[in-house]
């Protein structure tokens, strides 16, 4: 059982940074891909980000592509997002996720998560 745990998030304004990191404890997490996914308020949990195992090759949402940067420690158990240019549509609840195969586009993919880190973007 691999447990997760989101930091990082905050209240910036639009244009500002933000990095999100997710540790990873209770397994080995070197052998997961991981993503990133955002739930705002109303709306579907939607994919942002993903990475394999090894580190490459990564993948992005259209709507964060050129804006945010998916990245792994494998030696340090942690996934990060490095995020930039934030604008308002990228307030969400921000989760990281575990994954073993598949698409990792899809929700179903993943079959660990961690509980969430909250990010406000103000215009």
């Known amino acids: 059982q691999v447990q997760l745990v989101e930091a990082g998030g905050g209240l910036v304004q639009a244009g500002d940074s933000l990095r999100l990191s997710c540790a990873a404890s209770g397994g080995a997490s070197s052998m997961y891909h991981m993503g990133w996914f955002r739930q705002a308020p109303g709306k579907e949990r939607e994919f942002v980000a993903a990475?394999?195992?090894?580190?490459?090759?990564?993948f992005y949402a259209d709507s964060v592509k050129g804006r945010f940067t998916i990245s792994r420690d494998n030696a340090e158990s942690t996934v990060y997002l490095q995020m930039n240019s934030l604008k308002p549509e990228d307030t969400a609840v921000y989760y990281c996720?575990?994954?073993?195969?598949?698409?990792?586009?899809?929700?179903?993919?993943?079959?660990?998560w961690g509980q969430g880190t909250q990010v406000t973007v103000s215009s």
């Open positions: 996720a575990a994954s073993t195969r598949g698409n990792l586009f899809t929700r179903t993919a993943y079959i660990y």
């Open positions: 990475i394999m195992r090894s580190g490459y090759p990564t």
